[in-house]
């Protein structure tokens, strides 16, 4: 298996465990990780998701360059299918999962690493994490959302530089262009995700999942369209028990102190 679970009462952690070719995503991993996020989707008890990669060389070298090369060599319609197909599959469920996912970058994140990264809405990175966009040194634009999403984040200039030289950038600047929320000691890497993921899981899971359809949904829009998306998401959780607590709670609070 090149994708292995583990569970911590809430919290589920994906390892992506292809150390020795530094967590690149063959076919069968990408397969991997679609299916687990699926399971985990299904599974109501669970709350959040962090995703990283075995050892402390790589997070992920991003897609598998033999089987790229095979799809391509096999004509236009075959590499769509495998390539842009598959790593567009991949970078939307992670980017639309209604639970929040946060990327432990434990190296560098290359290509379709860096790709799962601008995906997520939450990362990490250790200090000693490197990112890059390399897939022009290949003759190919990024084909898992990268040449989007990058811009979208760290603005049209800044993703373009990366995009366009292919050079790496270190985690610190990775944290200075929004492409990560923060950067830790190696050793300290899981700890800080866990944390988050526990500041994340102690509110109700039908505000969260409100706040994530919120923003991925309405970051993009026009404003008044991402007005009206929030306006329904806030909709949805009225009769919900998250609601009701949250305001008994206050409520609760502010008689106390009154």
Do not use: W
């Not at 809405?121 to 040194?137: D, G, Q, R, S």
């Not at 040449?147 to 530089?161: F, T």
């Amino acid at each position: 298996m090149t994708v292995h679970i583990d569970r911590n009462d809430h919290l589920i952690t994906i390892t992506i465990d292809r150390e020795r070719k530094l967590n690149a995503l063959d076919y069968p991993t990408i397969d991997a990780l679609l299916a687990a996020l699926d399971r985990i989707d299904s599974d109501d008890s669970a709350r959040a998701v962090i995703v990283t990669g075995a050892g402390r060389r790589a997070f992920s070298a991003g897609a598998d360059i033999p089987s790229v090369a095979a799809s391509i060599a096999g004509g236009t319609e075959r590499a769509l299918r495998e390539v842009v197909r598959r790593g567009h599959a991949l970078t939307r469920r992670i980017e639309e999962f209604p639970k929040p996912v946060i990327v432990a970058v434990n190296g560098l994140a290359y290509g379709g690493g860096c790709e799962i990264t601008e995906a997520a809405p939450l990362a990490i990175a250790a200090e000693h994490a490197t990112f890059a966009k390399p897939e022009i040194a290949l003759g190919f634009p990024p084909p898992f959302g990268g040449s989007q999403r990058l811009p979208r984040h760290v603005g049209r200039k800044r993703g373009l530089e990366m995009i366009l030289t292919g050079d790496p950038i270190p985690a610190a600047r990775a944290a200075d262009i929004g492409l990560v929320n923060a950067v830790v000691p190696a050793d300290d890497l899981l700890d800080a995700a866990r944390d988050l993921a526990a500041r994340i899981v102690r509110h109700a899971p039908t505000a969260v999942a409100a706040c994530l359809r919120a923003v991925t949904r309405g970051v993009n829009l026009p404003i008044d369209e991402g007005l009206a998306v929030e306006a329904g998401c806030f909709a949805g959780t009225v009769p919900t028990d998250g609601v009701r607590d949250g305001l008994r709670r206050f409520l609760g609070r502010s008689a106390a102190s009154a």
